[in-house]
């Protein structure tokens, strides 16, 4: 039985579901909404409210394989209409080639923003399906212990909660509550650390060419990539030593303008900014008893290849799939080999991003790893960008 989440049952406020979510994400919402449609009862347990979900900034390429994905459970109206080629500029030392492959697999492809997307999810689960999303959760402790049915406790504006379920999904990010429950020694932990940074700026204007730029120069990195109407995300190579304090609004437009050669750029607002180390991290297995992790709460990528949202919709097809095969028909197979299915995919995304942002730092600035090094990361985007055209 689905109760609602603010539906006391007794003292503990006792409640029960099939599958409990942690995370509204885009994998949460989505993986939620197949299982809805799949006539599965579910709850989403989120700890910001609806109006900052739906405004959280994220990227949002969805790949063929996505787009197909949600053509399959009927729910393609949730993306843009019409296909959208996914390509851009790169800049190197001011000179711009365009990217983006232009294969007739990447044109069934979408720009759609992560906000959204996720805008898009939460209408169609909440008020169309009358699914339950509980907002502003806090002190959420899970128990999924072997010998009894998983449960989670948490707290909400109306008080305790214990909700009881038969399977639990984190979808909740890098600093995932899901995977820390998760007893020391099941999982190990595959990490490579790039050795810079990006800062990261919000910013009140549309990026200066198409929907993304990049650019390759003697001074580093930088990327303006759109963020939906006059909005973009800003990316400045930097030091994972620095500090948005390090970064004055005034110096980001400056690095901007040296790094893509472009004058002709201006100064716009900038809405908040933050340092993000460069960081690809992998956890294995994806799986313990009757919990599940999807999307960045079992694997981070380095942005450069715009994967990460990509790798995340693949974990959700496939468990999407193993639940309604265990819960629907009684075939838990696909469950008990989700970890297996779905790793092969993430490692090769995993060397797809680590090779591009190798590429695009090491063609930058030579104080990273020598001359020798950036002419021949400079020869492998020009083959790259040659094979994409």
């Known amino acids: ?207 200066v060419a198409g929907l993304a730029i990049m650019g390759v120069s003697d001074h580093g990195f930088a990327a303006q990539i759109t963020r939906g109407p006059n909005r973009s995300r800003v990316y400045l190579q930097c030091d994972v030593s620095d500090g948005s304090e390090d970064w004055p609004d005034s110096r980001i437009w400056d690095e901007m303008r040296l790094r893509l050669c472009d004058d002709t750029i201006q100064d716009a607002v900038v809405l908040d900014k933050d340092v993000i180390p460069l960081r690809s991290v992998v956890y294995v297995p994806m799986q313990y008893r009757n919990l599940f992790l999807v999307g960045d709460a079992a694997h981070l990528v380095p942005p450069t290849g715009a994967k990460g949202m990509n790798i995340a919709l693949h974990d959700v097809d496939v468990l999407s799939k193993a639940l309604v095969a265990a819960l629907r028909d009684g075939d838990k197979a696909a469950l008990r080999s989700y970890s297996d299915a779905v790793l092969p995919h993430v490692w090769k995304e995993q060397e797809f991003s680590a090779t591009m942002t190798d590429i695009m730092h090491d063609a930058g600035d030579p104080k990273q790893h020598g001359t020798f090094r950036q002419m021949i990361a400079r020869t492998r985007l020009d083959a790259f960008l040659t094979t994409a055209d």
């Not at 006391?8 to 994400?25: F, K, L, N, Q, Y």
């Not at 932990?189 to 009140?204: I, M, N, P, R, T």
């Open 1 to 207: 039985m689905d109760l609602p989440c603010n539906s006391p049952a007794g003292d503990a406020g006792r409640e029960e579901t099939t599958v409990a979510i942690i995370g509204s994400g885009v994998s949460g919402l989505t993986l939620a909404t197949f299982l809805r449609k799949s006539g599965i009862a579910c709850v989403v347990l989120e700890r910001r409210n609806r109006a900052y979900v739906e405004a959280r900034q994220r990227a949002g390429f969805v790949e063929a394989r996505a787009v197909a994905m949600f053509e399959r459970w009927g729910l393609a109206d949730l993306l843009p209409e019409g296909p959208v080629a996914q390509r851009g500029e790169i800049r190197i030392n001011g000179s711009g080639r365009t990217f983006g492959s232009s294969s007739e697999e990447a044109k069934q492809g979408r720009f759609c923003t992560q906000q959204q997307l996720v805008t898009n999810l939460l209408r169609e689960l909440i008020d169309q399906m009358g699914g339950d999303v509980c907002f502003q959760v806090t002190e959420i402790t899970i128990h999924n212990d072997e010998d009894s049915c998983p449960r989670i406790n948490y707290s909400d504006a109306d008080g305790l909660h214990e909700l009881v379920c038969d399977y639990i999904v984190g979808c909740d990010g890098g600093h995932s509550v899901s995977r820390s429950s998760i007893p020391h020694g099941v999982l190990t932990k595959y990490s490579y650390e790039f050795g810079y940074a990006w800062l990261a700026a919000l910013v009140a204007t549309p990026p």
